[in-house]
Every structure is written in structure tokens, then in C-alpha cells.
């Protein structure tokens, strides 16, 4: 590597260590938006494996609570 890639290589370390610093509540939301989706993704996902269920005892069962 030569010695202006690893001085922008380090700049720009620094400039994302700044940034997620200064921004810190933009990022938790950026990174709390993709674990929920990761989440979903994997329900939907464990969800396709199972039997269906009708709608009413789904309906049902939420009803009772």
C-alpha cells in the first residue's frame, strides 16, 4: 500500500470515528432499524417452515388476552 492510500485510509477512519461520535443518536437508530429488520426477515423466514393457521384462531387467541 502506498503511503497516500494509508494516509486517506487513516483520514477516513477518523472522519467515521468523528462522525458516529458527534452523530451518535443517528446511528443508534440506524443500527436498532437494521437489527429489527434482520429480526423480521428471520421471522418471516422461521414463519414460511411452519402450518397455517386460519385467521379466526389467531383472532381468537388474541381476543382472550
Not at 494516509?7 to 477518523?14: A, E, H, N, P
Not at 446511528?27 to 428471520?42: N, P, R, T, W
Request: no cysteine.
Amino acid at each position: 500500500m502506498e503511503i497516500q492510500e494509508k494516509k486517506l485510509k487513516r483520514l477516513l477512519k477518523s472522519a467515521m470515528r468523528e462522525a458516529i461520535h458527534e452523530e451518535r443518536t443517528l446511528f443508534y437508530d440506524l443500527i436498532s432499524e437494521i437489527i429489527e429488520d434482520i429480526g423480521l426477515a428471520k421471522a418471516i423466514d422461521e414463519g414460511k417452515k411452519t402450518k397455517k393457521v386460519p385467521k379466526e384462531e389467531i383472532y381468537k387467541i388474541l381476543r382472550a388476552r
